[in-house]
């Protein structure tokens, strides 16, 4: 059983940032960041397999990084250059798979969820 807890969530301007966290409990070989808007599909946005490897949506290449401190059992997504489409609920997210997927469908465990608005 994996047990995922986000914070870090809130309101920004254009071009600010924000880092999510996420407290993980349980083992899980891939740790990843989803995101909802009102009225759209859940969207992956990065993922992070155990081995280190990491995968982005294309929406936020070059301005999210995903990452995680093992000591602390906690995954992180650093979000930069923040733009009013990036609003939405973010939502961590575990599977037990190896592959970087950011298929939603593929993640066994979700977390709550934290809100990012972007809004000047």
């Known amino acids: 059983q994996v047990r995922l807890v986000e914070s870090g969530g809130g309101s920004v301007q254009p071009g600010g940032s924000l880092v999510l966290s996420c407290a993980v409990s349980?083992?899980?070989?891939?740790l990843a960041w989803f995101r909802q808007a009102p009225g759209r599909e859940r969207e992956g946005v990065a993922v992070r397999v155990s081995g280190g490897s990491t995968k982005y949506a294309d929406s936020v290449k070059g301005r999210f990084t995903i990452s995680q401190d093992n000591a602390k059992n906690t995954l992180y997504l650093q979000m930069n250059s923040l733009k009013p489409e990036d609003t939405a609920m973010y939502y961590c997210?575990?599977?037990?798979?190896?592959?970087?997927?950011?298929?939603?469908?593929?993640?066994?465990?979700w977390g709550q969820g934290t809100q990012v608005t972007v809004s000047s």
């Open positions: 997210a575990a599977k037990t798979g190896w592959l970087p997927s950011l298929h939603a469908i593929e993640f066994n465990y």
């Open positions: 349980g083992a899980a070989y891939s």
